[in-house]
């Protein structure tokens, strides 16, 4: 089992903020970001994750996700990628890799940007954020739950929920993550600038996409790595917009083949310890 953590985090510009932080397992610490289905997409991902290899997932849940308040100075990805900074730094966390699924890759990339020395690489799934001619994102905000289903996942049956059958405490939570998910991210759920910005970083970056997904179909992935100097895509098969859902194992494998192929990913004894069988 994991703990939560309640944490007062004060990033420049922002004031302070309240941010809860489950964390399991040891070692090599990783930051797990979620995206707009909110924190309950990552918490079995980071709780197998932890459990397979000897690594530390911290999981934050983005204020204003989850039932928790969001400061009104809080209201882009951008200050979000700062939060996290200010708390790598208030945590003294060194070779952090940064992982996030749809919004929470757009976080990690505005992480990346900061260059913070405590981060070491990157894993963006699915990750939204850019602009790509042709290959648009879905219009979240415009689309009922079941085509958000059927859009999002390769088998989409397991997943299927009717929202209308939830408690109200609930779907107060749920109302509560998409008009946070609008404040952060825009209608749009993109910034014209980051594919620009995007080729100054120099961290190892690996590029996970789901081959079903039609969130953001795999070409705007392609684009997404093309636009990071050192970033390597991998499509992940049978697979949609929540792969560390729908295919866990085949995210984690990724992860790991990724640390074991390439020697600048995190530290020197990354092999030996973050990812040991």
């Not at 913070?116 to 954020?129: E, K």
């Not at 979240?140 to 085509?147: A, G, I, N, P, V």
Request: hydrophobic share 40%; no cysteine.
């Amino acid at each position: 089992m994991g703990t939560t953590t309640q944490y007062t985090v004060s990033p420049d510009g922002i004031g302070p903020v309240e941010v809860s932080v489950a964390e399991h397992g040891s070692g090599q610490p990783f930051l797990l970001l979620h995206g707009g289905a909110g924190p309950q997409s990552v918490t079995e991902f980071a709780e197998k994750f932890a459990a397979a290899h000897d690594v530390r997932v911290l999981t934050p849940t983005h204020p204003g996700f989850g039932g928790t308040a969001r400061p009104e100075a809080l209201a882009t990805v951008s200050g979000l990628a700062a939060l996290y900074g200010a708390l790598l730094d208030q945590l003294e966390l060194a070779d952090v890799t940064v992982i996030g699924n749809s919004m929470g890759g757009w976080i990690t990339a505005e992480i990346a940007l900061l260059k913070s020395p405590r981060v070491s690489g990157i894993v963006l799934i699915d990750a939204v954020g850019i602009e790509v001619p042709g290959h648009p994102v879905a219009d979240f905000f415009s689309l009922s739950m079941d085509q958000v289903f059927e859009l999002s996942f390769h088998n989409p049956e397991p997943f299927r929920f009717d929202p209308a059958t939830l408690p109200p405490a609930a779907q107060a939570v749920a109302a509560g993550n998409r008009t946070a998910l609008a404040a952060y991210a825009g209608t749009g759920m993109s910034d014209p600038t980051l594919a620009a910005r995007l080729r100054a970083l120099e961290i190892p970056t690996l590029v996970l996409w789901g081959d079903s997904d039609r969130i953001v179909d795999p070409d705007y992935g392609r684009a997404y790595a093309a636009a990071i100097p050192r970033a390597r895509f991998q499509l992940l098969t049978d697979t949609g917009h929540s792969p560390q859902l729908e295919t866990p194992d085949q995210v984690l494998r990724a992860i790991r083949d990724s640390a074991d192929t390439d020697s600048s990913w995190g530290s020197a004894d990354t092999d030996s310890s973050a990812f040991a069988h």
